[in-house]
């Protein structure tokens, strides 16, 4: 979660310089030209502005959002957010590994489910030994919880985690 976070406030640093130093310079620049009316540049660095406005706006409010995230409140012995879970998928007789992780981290091809997905919310709560039937798009899924490791544990341990 602190790699999310530094991830984020490093897009937002860079928005800011772009919406604060570079968009004004470039809009200046292309107020130059004279006529604004027919002024493609001009246009296009209010619309990028606009655009890059919203988007800081985006990535700061996620920020606020996981500065919210109490570490206290995910369990330290079922499956939550950080979550590194492997199951056993009853119809295919096959162990899945899944992390269970915030929607912009998702990397499905490498595990990285969100907590939000299907599988992630059928998976959240439950403990090693416990089965679930999880319903997707393609029908449902019966799986089995057979390891798990906490976002508090490290290297099979737990973690002095705050």
């Known amino acids: 979660m602190e790699e999310l976070i530094r991830k984020l406030q490093e897009e937002a640093a860079q928005l800011e310089n772009e919406l604060r130093v570079e968009l004004p310079r470039e809009i200046l620049k292309a107020r130059a030209h004279g006529d604004l009316s027919e002024n ?43 979550s590194t ?46 089965s679930v039937k999880i319903q997707i798009p393609g029908g449902s899924r019966e799986m089995e919880i057979v390891e798990l490791r906490t976002i508090h544990q490290v290297d099979g341990k737990e973690a002095d985690v705050k």
Request: aromatic share 4%.
């Open 40 to 82: 493609a540049e001009y246009h296009a660095a209010k619309e990028r502005q606009g655009f890059v406005n919203a988007k800081l706006h985006q990535v700061k409010s996620r920020l606020r959002e996981l500065s919210m995230v109490d570490m206290s409140t995910i369990p330290r012995d079922r499956v939550g957010l950080g």
């Open 85 to 130: 879970v492997v199951v056993l998928d009853v119809q295919k007789d096959e162990q899945i590994r899944y992390k269970l992780v915030t929607s912009e981290d998702v990397d499905v091809a490498k595990g990285m489910i969100s907590t939000s997905s299907p599988i992630g919310r059928g998976l959240l709560g439950k403990q090693v030994g416990d």
